[in-house]
């Protein structure tokens, strides 16, 4: 292809108002997926010969192809599943609202071989990280942090903005940590998520009381911790953070009943 995309420029320097010569040139680039070139020149060979089936077919099919792998490359972004750091903390946390971490966030006991106080640094670390993020920019974009096995490890981000737009997305999201977890040998992942963008599971739905004591416009970020413990066992809580309205400040997180109000499925199996 690229030398019937030689012969095909030659063509066209000697004879420019040759329609066949920018058609050959065309298809060999849609051969190559080389999908904007082609559909340049075949645009051009059809504004020279407006009449031919053959180049208006050939530039129908670049543009169709063109538009089926452009969708394919949103679809995949939509999911959101992509590392966007190694650090352990973004942003400027000086200009953080500084709330308390939760205080049981490690629970009893080792969890996945590190120390309580390493899972609780973690969980603080990770909420000074998010709470920096929206003191900044007024929102949250949803996130999952990962602590390593090791300690002395960076702590990994992985964006997942899209991860609760649908039960779909969610179980992709879902799945994709389970993967990252078991091959980067997780100890724990906290996931933070606005309530205002998470389409599902919208876990607050149809409870009150003890259950859900807020009303329903006002707006928070919900944070979820999973750990593996020591001997199998699996660790799960959940907190609601709220901010009153839309781009309020974040108050202490109240602990909720994880089997009611988690929003991924456990990750550590």
């Known amino acids: 292809e690229v030398k019937a995309i030689k012969d095909a420029d030659q063509a066209i320097a000697l004879k420019p108002d040759w329609a066949k010569g920018y058609f050959r040139k065309g298809n060999a680039l849609v051969a190559l997926r080389r999908w904007d070139e082609a559909i340049e020149v075949l645009t051009k060979s059809l504004e020279i010969e407006p009449k031919s089936k053959e180049i208006s077919t050939l530039l129908r099919e670049a543009t169709r192809k063109r ?15 992509k590392l ?13 609202t500084m709330i308390p971490a939760p205080s049981n966030a490690g629970g009893s006991g080792g969890v996945g071989g590190v120390a309580d106080e390493v899972i609780a640094n973690f969980v603080k670390e990770s909420l000074t990280s998010a ?6 920019q007024g929102e949250l974009k949803s996130i999952v942090y990962v602590q390593p096995a ?3 490890e960076a702590l990994q981000m992985i964006g997942i903005e899209a991860g609760f737009d649908s039960p779909e997305a969610n179980s992709q999201c879902c799945d994709f940590l389970r993967q990252y977890v078991t091959e980067h040998k997780a100890a724990a992942v906290v996931i933070l998520a606005e309530k205002r963008n998470i389409a599902y599971p ?13 009303k329903e ?33 974040p108050s202490e997180p109240v602990e909720l009943t994880a089997d009611h109000h988690a929003i991924m499925p456990p990750l550590f199996r």
Request: net charge positive; glycine share 14%; proline share 1%.
């Open 150 to 152: 090791a300690s002395d």
């Open 84 to 96: 966007v750091s190694d650090g352990s903390v973004v942003g400027d946390t000086s200009k953080a």
């Open 202 to 214: 919208q876990v607050w739905k149809g409870k009150t009381g003890e259950k859900w004591r807020w």
């Open 217 to 249: 416009s006002e707006q928070g970020i919900i944070m979820q911790l999973e750990a593996a413990q020591e001997g199998g066992a699996r660790e799960r809580k959940v907190w609601f953070i709220p901010t009153g309205s839309a781009g309020g400040k």
């Open 67 to 81: 538009a089926a792998e452009n969708g394919e490359k949103k679809r995949e972004e939509r999911k959101g599943l």
């Open 131 to 136: 709470i920096s993020q929206f003191a900044q």
